[in-house]
């Protein structure tokens, strides 16, 4: 890798590759943190230099809960405008490498399960889903009804599982149960990330995604309507 063709977030060409070394001899706390926000931004920035650095990042996921995060941070800012793309597309390896590194270490059913569920997301190309995927404690999706286009809150957590209009001064006012979908009626990524999560034990999670992947009720018009579906056509990013 030629670093001087590169660049981090701070526009520097110099620190990366060192950084790197560090962390391949030791677990140095202070070079994480710093590679951290050389390579990764809020927002959805990443810079060039992470997509140089991720190959090397990837080969010590396996051992490295702090490998596995950023890289996961990385691969889930793909889909974003980082003007990179042959350093993304040269990858394409290393992502894979890492699919198996994720799932092998979902498999063992971690404490932190939620953020290398999101990263393997991102793997599989469904950024909306990585994005927005919470732990199904106390999760809300505002969608427009697909018929007569009013916001509806979705909320699937603790406190309820429902559809409902929200109301700034009373709260969420009219509400209607969700109707969870079957383990037989899921198809597609549903289907996998419900599978991925009884598979390892994670039943909250799966629960949850019973309810995102159902249906609701719209408390304005009382269109029925599938909740993944217009939440991933209203957030899907478009790749390029």
């Known amino acids: ?61 396996p ?27 040269d990858c394409a390896d290393a ?11 979902l498999r063992s059913r971690p404490s932190d399960y939620l953020r290398p569920f999101r990263a393997l997301l991102a793997v599989e190309e469904q950024y909306h889903w990585a994005a927005a995927l919470g732990d199904f404690t106390d999760d809300f999706y505002q969608l427009a009804c697909p ?4 916001e509806v809150t979705i909320a ?12 700034w001064h009373r709260g969420d006012v009219d509400r209607r149960d969700l109707r969870p979908a079957s383990a037989d009626e899921l198809s597609g990524i549903g289907r996998w990330m419900h ?9 909250a999670l799966a629960g949850g995604l019973a309810h995102l992947f159902g249906k609701a009720e719209c408390p304005s018009c009382a269109c029925v309507f599938d909740i993944a579906t217009e ?3 209203a957030n899907r990013p478009v790749l390029r």
Do not use: K
């Open 147 to 150: 018929q007569c286009a009013v």
């Open 63 to 89: 051992a490295s809960a702090r490998a596995r995060a950023l890289a996961g941070e990385i691969v889930e800012r793909a889909a974003a405008h980082h003007g990179c793309d042959d350093l993304a597309a």
């Open 195 to 203: 599978e991925t999560a009884v598979r390892d034990g994670e039943e």
């Open 1 to 61: 890798m030629d670093w001087s063709r590169t660049h981090d977030c701070w526009f520097g060409t110099d620190r990366v590759p060192g950084l790197l070394e560090r962390v391949e001899r030791e677990d140095d706390a202070e070079a994480w943190d710093e590679l951290g926000y050389r390579l990764v931004l809020e927002h959805d920035l990443v810079s060039p230099a992470g997509f140089a650095a991720l190959p090397r990042l990837v080969r010590l996921a």
């Open 156 to 167: 699937i957590g603790d406190h309820g599982n429902y559809s409902a209009i929200r109301d």
């Open 231 to 233: 939440y991933t056509w």
């Open 95 to 105: 992502i894979a490498e890492f699919r198996e590194v994720l799932d092998r270490h």
